[in-house]
Structure formats: structure tokens, C-alpha cells
């Protein structure tokens, strides 16, 4: 039982590039979310999904898109990389009583 | 719109001493509020929760928080910090329907001095 996993663990970009973060989970759940975290900061909510094939944007959608074809996996698809989207992004399963997360996904851009 | 705010960016304790973390919030309805743990290089992992009932909550690891409605506060505490407890700590408060969109406060880092 692994709960949530998120590969990769680290990446490197060049501006312009695109990626694919990947987020999977066994805990069969409906709720998944992605979240950036900035130095200093909370995390800020990019994206969610209630369910397989619903999705809906969060506090910091621009530059991301997403899609939820199966309840385990949630990928979070970034086009055109720029600077601004340098974070740690990290996954998390789960709705009111408790979020549990991924280990996270450190993107540095340049 | 819902606003969390940790006033203390950081803050050091021997130690063995009392800890307190300060989280104010902005929310038109009872709250759900949290708080978070994160050590370094890590996710986050849930302390506690209130959700109703009792204002007084317990967690893990010996920590405990106090929501009081008249200040709009949900502070942490913990009597006795350990070493291990250095990290650093969200809190947070929750807005349901939709996707229950939780919303951060920007953390309060905490140092342990022996």
C-alpha cells in the first residue's frame, strides 16, 4: 500500500520545455488536488478533480492543464515551462477530514 | 474570502519548553481548520482537525489546538517540544463543496535549540 506517489522525485526544464508530472494513488479515493509550494509560502491549489473524468481549476490554474482518466492517477501537464513555475509541486488524496500527500515534485525551470 | 495568517515566519524553543503557534482566519461560516507538519524534503502530514464539538483538540505527537471563535484563531500548542519537532507547520482552513478547496496560511517555521 503505498498511498500517494508522485514521480518524478526532481526535473530540471529549459524554458519552453514541457512536462508531465505524474501522481498515482491506491487508497481508491475520488478527491485529488495539486498544489505548488513556493519558498516562504503555503501551498497555493492548481487544480482538482471530484472524480474520474471531472476536473476544476484552483487559486493558480494559468500555465497548467490536467486530466483524470482513472480514479488512481491525476497527471498535471505543464506546456510551455517558464521561470514563475520553478516549485515543488505535491499531490494529495483525500476530502474534508483529511488530505494526505505525495512526497512532492521539486521543478526548477531555466 | 477565506484567509489564513500565521504571523510568526519562525520561531525558536529550547528544548523541553512550551510552544505556542499563532494561525488567525478569515471565514464567513464555521471553519474546518487544520494543522499541518512538514519536515524538510517532505510532504505534508495532518496534526489535527476541528471540524465541530469540543474546541479543544487533540493530535499527534503531543500537540493539541484551541479554535476560539470570538478571535478567529486556531493556535497550536504543545507543553514540552522535542528535538524531532523542528519543522515547519501550516495551518489551515477548509471550505467545503466542490472539491473542499483548502486554503494554506504561509507556515511558521520552527527551531529547536538544545
Known amino acids: 500500500n503505498a498511498g500517494v506517489t508522485q514521480t518524478p522525485k526532481f526535473r530540471i526544464l529549459k524554458i519552453g520545455q514541457s512536462m508531465t508530472l505524474q501522481c498515482a494513488q491506491d487508497m481508491n479515493h475520488n478527491y485529488m488536488y495539486w498544489y505548488r509550494q513556493d519558498p516562504g509560502m503555503g501551498l497555493k491549489l492548481i487544480y482538482y478533480s471530484v472524480g474520474a473524468g471531472i476536473t476544476d481549476k484552483g487559486e493558480v490554474p494559468n500555465g497548467y492543464n490536467v486530466s483524470r482518466s482513472t480514479t488512481e492517477d491525476f497527471p498535471l501537464r505543464l506546456e510551455l515551462a517558464a521561470p514563475s513555475q520553478t516549485s515543488v509541486y505535491f499531490c494529495?488524496?483525500?476530502?474534508?477530514?483529511?488530505?494526505?500527500f505525495g512526497p512532492g515534485t521539486r521543478l526548477t525551470v531555466l | 474570502a477565506q484567509s489564513v495568517t500565521q504571523p510568526d515566519i519562525h520561531i525558536t524553543v529550547s528544548e523541553g519548553a512550551s510552544l505556542e503557534l499563532r494561525c488567525n482566519y478569515s471565514y464567513g461560516a464555521t471553519p474546518y481548520l487544520f494543522w499541518y507538519v512538514q519536515s524538510p524534503g517532505q510532504g505534508l502530514q495532518l496534526l489535527l482537525k476541528y471540524f465541530s464539538g469540543d474546541t479543544l483538540v487533540q493530535g499527534i505527537k503531543g500537540f493539541e489546538a484551541e479554535f476560539k471563535r470570538s478571535q478567529s484563531s486556531f493556535n497550536l500548542r504543545k507543553p514540552s517540544v522535542h528535538w524531532s519537532d523542528a519543522a515547519e507547520y501550516f495551518c489551515?482552513?477548509?471550505?467545503?463543496?466542490?472539491?473542499?478547496?483548502?486554503?494554506f496560511g504561509a507556515g511558521t517555521r520552527l527551531f529547536v535549540k538544545a
Open positions: 489551515a482552513v477548509g471550505a467545503p463543496g466542490g472539491g473542499f478547496k483548502t486554503i
Open positions: 494529495a488524496v483525500g476530502y474534508a477530514d483529511t488530505q494526505y
